[in-house]
């Protein structure tokens, strides 16, 4: 079978349903549905070794929550938005101690910059609380680091944010990425929040450079935005879609290497859905109403 | 058929030779091919209307200088690029009198951008002449405009020109815009140059907003960059190209609107790109080696 | 004397009185003063050549408000002086028929980005109500033009804006423009209107690229906001004002060129005037409240 | 005295100089000139600790590169600048090891933002040494890191670079940041290097969040550039050069609090300055013509 890319494991797992082995059961994950203000939530639990290898995603919990309704623009989109986000996060993170909010991603790039355009509307407390705790005793310290880009850093995000945890001590991290999803209507319409950390190139196992429990000795939560679509991996979904089964997965890859789906306003939807996750962070972590958070952050 | 969206006339007459009239000769359109510093050029020429209706465009010349080459950034790739594109353009264009360059397009939105970021290449002269008209008689004048966007303008952008035209007369207009390509492998790697104006929608006969020489009252040369391939194309061509004959548009344009296709690293070769066809616009004006240019626009 | 570089009629009125003639009266010139929402305005009337003379400026209104309190942030800053700014313009101008609002000014240098900025926070309507008119009906048409600077367009700003009058054929234009004051504490802190028009060098009389009725056929509105403090203007203004009365201008002028005196947050402070013109642009033109204006440009 | 705000040993000297005390001897400091590529350079050795007291500066060396005839865009300024500082640089610091270059400040406030802009011309090896070891041992190793600021990360500048030192074990730190001149002429015009790291606020003695060997454990070499001249730093000189001997200093401050004298052209000013002390931090660290930085930067 062609391999396609997808970052949301609740599409590893549809590609799983979908392949030959799909007579026998899926071991080792469980999914569940439900609503949470008015958007679908799908939960994917990998619960074990067998879950691991079938997905080809590390143990744990992956929510994945579907804006798209949010994208209709009613009245209230982005209230409720926030609200859906925040509170999935809030259900999954430890609900005390610092935070250091991690931004991946390149900011000079548009679909890969929602990590650190997400930073910008995060309400950073760490250093208010440190000189004034009497002021800020109702706040939560949270810190954020923009790792940048290998090329520009020469230093890998695992090893910067490392030695970061090692000044900070944060009780948790929540690291934002772009992801690629396989299906253009998730596109800068989903958000993905898992317990397992960020493995970089999705891998299962060790990973020198991951981001995770493992290698920073603290929980790491990932907010996952898909903002692309491989190209190869549309060409292969259409082609198969129209019962060609034999597609050539080097052909393929070779005309559609280094191309990528987006929206047309990429730029626009970028921003919007970084607001979002911020402010969503913000509800997870901190006490406050939105309006709140617009009149500290504006 | 099912419609696919392209705005390069090579592939418009690409499009008629695969459809079923193919077997039937094309009538009204002559199409040559050259060499130009080494890289393929395509020359398109509408002669009359039976041609305008077969590839759905204006009568006149379409050049299609194709730069992938370039893109193995050998040692001289700009400078080999920037006369390829600057000689085609200078044949093409009235040897003299003042020139309006224009730059069309959303500079908020990368694949959008390339008009308005190629005025930053290009050599303004006109109010150096006017001032100091001894120390500038070296040089042809040269006046910029980028029109926006009509949603943050509420101005067409041929309303626009039609306007500066009147106070500044030029005796040409040469305007840059993006286009989308049929082909991914044309993205961001190849340069149309055409004497027909632009038309937007592309259609043929007497449009409202076109920049022509009909609604402007002077010869109007296009530059055009293909940036992007529309998703549902690239789809339709995918299932075609794998024997599948009766593609449903409807379908096809519902599960795909709104979607481009682009290069990975779009911000970088937009920002390339646009220098390259600044860079090669000076050259079709003025008397200059690409070094003269480097210090003149630093 | 040394001649102080100051765009605000309100302190060519302050030099005048502090001048040697300071014994005869001011003649032409009539000053008054009031509250605007709780800001401090007042309004310099040059009602003739004597006044005209004396000021440095052609005859009209000028109405400087201070918005000095704005800045302490108070919970409902926003609103009072988007209220100040826009009631005082709406008395200031036609009540009906279409208006050019113009950004002049250079987008790539902060204190002179506030015009450009301005435009981002004005509701263009032109195009939505010539194409949708019964939906759009409530609202007045406003269209808008960034002159760019002359080193990259080469067309003077009053040509461009004339073209564009012919096509427009607005009622009115409001030009809005970054100036130099004379008063550290005013920089970023008033707004300046007048029905004047704008004359780029701020001379009486027949200025070729003046921006006005006589210019343009249209009666023009300014909208100055001071963003910078010529350096030798406040050197020669200490000390004066420590009794040294013989200031060498020459010797001041070529310490001090090229240098100006501005807030430190500059950016920051630059965006929110900017964004307070702009919505009082729109309280002059539109029947909307400012939560309106809020969802409409979003 | 007035307390005139500097951040060069230079001008502390200087001061030190015009003060009561200048019937006596500095003791404890070295000052020498010479000429680098043409451009006149200061050196001043602070020497122990009551040269320490004297100037309000830690121990070292302090070399201040006089830039301003490079402004006069002669052919080749831009070489000759970057060999000027890159040659002086090179002389400070160990000539082996890995370098880890800090840009401190504000990117979003332009007199702010010289030192992340400068990291854009560093040209980033570690990691291609570490991936590819072969192909790149002619190159020193060479990481870097944007601070940001406290506002938008929660941690101090100190703490982060603590941590990044722990993982990355640089040899050596090149800090760049902006400063504060007193004097116009120097502003955007010099450039000053010392051993001695940084101390923010620019006291003596053991600041806790000090960047230099004793915090960070490896030796600190600051590059700064004035960007700006502290208003009220402008105004008490200008009174005392106009023989004002008593000036109240709490009056002066007050009226010229958060304002700041730069070049009217500060945007292009930073830029222009950034990359030279960009390829001077290249042309000291790497054995490479300012040609083939260029090409490896493009």
């Known amino acids: 079978m ?3 890319r997808t970052d949301l494991a609740l599409e590893a797992r549809e590609l799983w349903q979908e392949s030959a082995e799909k007579t026998t059961r899926l071991q080792g994950v469980k999914a569940t549905k439900q609503k949470q203000e008015g958007y679908p939530t799908t939960r994917v639990d990998i619960l074990d070794e067998r879950g691991e290898q079938a997905l080809g995603k590390p143990q744990g919990s992956y929510l994945t929550i579907d804006l798209s309704t949010f994208w209709q623009r009613k009245a209230d989109f982005f209230e409720r938005a926030v609200r859906a986000v925040g509170s999935q996060l809030k259900a999954l993170i430890p609900q005390e101690g610092a935070a250091l909010v991690i931004g991946l991603g390149n900011s000079a790039m548009t679909p890969d910059a929602v990590g650190p355009l997400t930073l910008d509307s995060v ?3 760490r250093h208010l609380i440190a000189s004034m705790p009497k002021h800020f005793s109702g706040f939560r310290p949270v810190a954020a680091f923009r790792t940048g880009v290998l090329g520009t850093t020469g230093v890998e995000s695992a090893e910067a944010v490392r030695g970061l945890v090692a000044e900070v001590h944060p ?7 772009a992801l690629a999803s396989r ?7 989903t958000v993905q929040l898992s317990d397992t950390g960020i493995v970089p190139g999705s891998g299962v196992g ?5 981001l995770n429990q493992e290698t920073l000795g603290v929980p790491v939560f990932a907010v996952g935005i898909p903002t692309v679509v491989d190209a190869a ?4 979904d ?5 019962g060609i089964q034999s597609v050539d997965e080097e052909t393929l890859r ?13 730029d626009q939807q970028v921003r919007d859905l970084s607001k979002v996750v911020g402010y969503g962070i913000n509800w997870a972590l901190q006490d406050l109403e939105i309006e709140e958070m617009n009149a500290l952050l504006s």
């Open 2 to 4: 062609f391999s396609k």
């Open 123 to 125: 309400l950073i407390t």
């Open 171 to 177: 009780a948790l991290i929540i690291a934002v990425d």
């Open 183 to 189: 299906r253009c209507e998730r596109v800068c319409a």
């Open 206 to 210: 060790n990973h020198r450079w991951a």
């Open 233 to 236: 991996t549309l060409a292969a």
């Open 238 to 242: 259409l082609l198969e879609g129209s």
């Open 254 to 266: 070779k005309s559609h290497q280094n191309l990528m789906v987006t929206p047309r306003d990429i």
